[in-house]
Antibody, heavy 121, light 107 residues
Framework: QVQLVESGGGVVQPGRSLRLSCAAS????????MHWVRQAPGKGLEWVAL????????YYADSVKGRFTISRDNSKNTLYLQMDTLRAEDTAVYYC??????????????WGQGTLVTVSS | DIQMTQSPSSLSASVGDRVTITCRAS??????LNWYQQTPGKAPKLLIY???NLQSGVPSRFSGSGSETDFTLAISSLQPEDLATYYC?????????FGQGTNLEIK
């Protein structure tokens, strides 16, 4: 069965960096686009970034553009989110999710359990 | 960016009721509209993709309709386990904006 497991969250000071990982299993990771979505405490969902199946194209929310970098290692079935120059407003649970594909409207169909990032001094 | 306006922001209904949630896009997104359910403390779950298609394993009491700018999620007969927050999301183009959510309570 499809499994996505995020890791790397924690408490970090403003201005510092953190790298999240998402380990994928149960499907052919290298054929799926992947997303990061976040949710601040008590708030709604915010789409963060998308990477194509082969890593050739990457897209970001304006709120993280220039500070966050999405990447993947298909040989390790792992998705990453490098987060630099972190701000208090980046505090959130971060989810990775699979992209269902063009034929299915690019819906996000499988989600991990999330990892909490807290940016605080 | 495409803006998504979801209504109502909260809703209270009784078991067995028919419930509808609407989502409006700021421009024509064809049928690139998805619906998610998030129960307390859990990750979101895909319910409906491409406006009208039921995700595998989702109960048939859930349905989606609409196209272009106006979309609806319907629950035909509300069940206690439907207590959740529901989000629409456009996937027509990045950024893939979510609606602000509808908090559904059971009376």
């Amino acid at each position: 069965q499809v499994q996505l497991v995020e890791s790397g969250g924690g408490v970090v000071q403003p201005g510092r960096s953190l790298r999240l990982s998402c380990a994928a299993s149960g499907f052919t990771f290298s054929t799926y686009g992947m997303h990061w979505v976040r949710q601040a405490p008590g708030k709604g969902l915010e789409w963060v970034a998308l990477i194509w199946y082969d890593g050739s194209n990457k897209y970001y929310a304006d709120s993280v553009k220039g500070r966050f970098t999405i990447s993947r290692d298909n040989s390790k079935n792992t998705l990453y989110l490098q987060m630099d120059t972190l701000r208090a407003e980046d505090t959130a649970v971060y989810y990775c999710a699979t992209d269902k594909g063009y034929r299915f409207g690019h819906a996000l169909d499988y989600w991990g359990q999330g990892t909490l990032v807290t940016v605080s001094s | 960016d495409i803006q998504m306006t979801q209504s109502p922001s909260s809703l209270s209904a009784s078991v067995g009721d028919r419930v509808t949630i609407t989502c409006r896009a700021s421009l024509n997104i064809s049928t690139y509209l998805n619906w998610y359910q998030q129960t307390p403390g859990k990750a979101p779950k895909l319910l409906i993709y491409a406006a009208t298609n039921l995700q595998s394993g989702v109960p048939s009491r859930f349905s989606g309709s609409g196209s272009e700018t106006d979309f609806t999620l319907a629950i035909s007969s509300l069940q206690p386990e439907d207590l959740a927050t529901y989000y629409c999301q456009q996937s027509y183009g990045t950024p893939y904006i979510f609606g602000q959510g509808t908090n559904l309570e059971i009376k």
